[in-house]
């Protein structure tokens, strides 16, 4: 599992030129399963993304593909865990 961390690093303006491309990006990887869960942050200064990933280099090669990383937009920071406990709802998600 990982949380992805988007901070902007390009005028908010460039950022909303690019938004609705981002939100096509991330309803393709919720549909494939990569992505559960993402929201802006605050305040708006970029955004952050629960990932369901096999493995680092798997999830860099999707971020990749998002047109905030393709315009270098955002920064990307990563970070790995193991889910240990869930509320009950989201048991599915322990590996």
């Not at 999707?62 to 937009?73: A, E, M, R, T, W």
């Amino acid at each position: 599992m990982f949380i992805v961390s988007l901070t902007y690093i390009s005028e908010m303006s460039e950022v909303d030129k690019h938004l609705k491309a981002h939100i096509d990006y991330l309803n393709k990887y919720y549909e494939l399963g990569v992505f559960l869960a993402s929201g802006r942050k605050v305040p708006r200064n970029g955004g952050v993304i629960l990932a369901h990933a096999t493995n680092r280099a798997e999830l860099e090669e999707i971020l990749s593909n998002d047109p905030f990383k393709i315009h270098n937009l955002a920064h990307y920071e990563l970070t790995e865990f193991v889910l240990s406990k869930t509320a009950p709802e989201l048991a599915f998600l322990i590996q």
